[in-house]
């Protein structure tokens, strides 16, 4: 394994983290506590130590999973959850946005992790009328005088670029960026990117491998269908021609003797402004093979 400096923060993370929505349970799986803690245990063997969870993968139950795993292990790791919604039901939210509400957020996730310190603390894919509010980060900044907190961070949405939010973190002490970037997904490269570099913002890229399709397991036409995997909600059209362009991918960018899990990681590692890979796994063996991804982080993989 090889680390970066996250921007400001003077951490040092692993290239390849572990994502977590999938302990949630909405990825067509139910993970044990045995499941998780040797999922984190091997991903501390081969020198990860940058997990990335949030409040509503299930009703902290991600989180309480990760304390659990952790428990005794707390330094050896870098811990990155969010706040601003409350998990209701399979996919379904109710956002919370005040100070008061976030600050008992915030306490509800150090009960769950079994810890008294968050190292990244991060504003959850909200509105620009949420990001906006100067008590809510005059309230996190108070948390971060506290120790409770050790850097803030910002998750923007998925669902529109967001350049607003990501030119403004510096302005509201966030250090950190976390946004949607992939082969499949190149849409932050154009102005969220170079904010972030011009920022000094550490960068975490999730989804990288776009929820599993850049994994290497799936060909055209295949379709997830499966209740309670996040997947099966997604328009089947748009999928299908995904699908297509990963094979395009596979053939003609991908090279040989290379998985594309690992090359499609590299690939996002590759850009001046990312820090790290957050990638979801729901194996040990999964996560080995994100994990070698650092090894190919310098073989012109772009």
């Known amino acids: 394994m090889r680390y970066r400096k996250l921007g400001k923060t003077g951490l040092q993370v692993s290239m390849v983290g572990i994502g977590t929505w999938q302990f949630g349970g909405e990825w067509g799986k ?4 045995d499941e998780v ?13 940058l997990i990335d969870t949030a409040e509503c993968y299930g009703d902290h139950l991600s989180e309480a999973l990760i304390g659990q795993a952790v428990h005794g292990h707390r330094q050896e790791w870098i811990i990155a959850t969010k706040f601003g919604h409350r998990f209701v039901g399979h996919l379904h939210r109710e956002e919370l946005w005040s100070p008061d509400d976030v600050r008992r957020q915030l306490e509800d996730s150090l009960r769950a992790l079994r810890t008294d310190y968050i190292d990244l ?19 996190l900044g108070r948390q971060v005088e506290a120790g409770k907190i050790r850097h803030l961070g910002l998750s923007i949405s998925s669902r529109r670029e967001n350049f607003y939010q990501a030119a ?20 932050p490269e154009a102005r969220v990117l170079p904010a972030c570099q011009e920022q000094d913002l550490g960068v975490l ?15 055209p036409g295949a379709t997830f269908t499966q209740e309670n995997d996040v997947r099966a909600n997604r328009d089947a059209a748009e999928i299908a021609a995904q699908l297509q362009q990963v094979d395009g991918i596979r053939q003609h960018e991908l090279p040989a003797g290379v998985e594309m899990a690992a090359w499609a990681l590299a690939w996002c590692l590759k850009h001046p402004a990312v820090t790290a890979v957050i990638p979801g796994c729901k194996t040990v063996a999964q996560l080995e093979a994100n994990a070698s991804a650092a090894d190919l982080e310098l073989g012109g993989t772009r």
Do not use: C
């Not at 599993?212 to 397991?217: E, F, P, V």
């Open 205 to 219: 890229a999730r989804v990288p491998l776009a929820s599993g399709l850049l994994s290497g397991k799936y060909r």
């Open 30 to 33: 139910q993970f044990t506590q």
């Open 121 to 139: 603390y991060q504003f959850h894919s909200g509105s620009d009328a949420a990001f906006d509010q100067t008590s809510l980060w005059e309230m």
């Open 37 to 49: 803690s040797r999922i984190l245990g091997r991903g501390l063997e081969l020198g990860i130590n």
């Open 168 to 187: 403004r973190a510096a302005e509201i002490g966030a250090s950190v960026i976390q946004v949607v970037y992939n082969r499949l997904d190149r849409g």
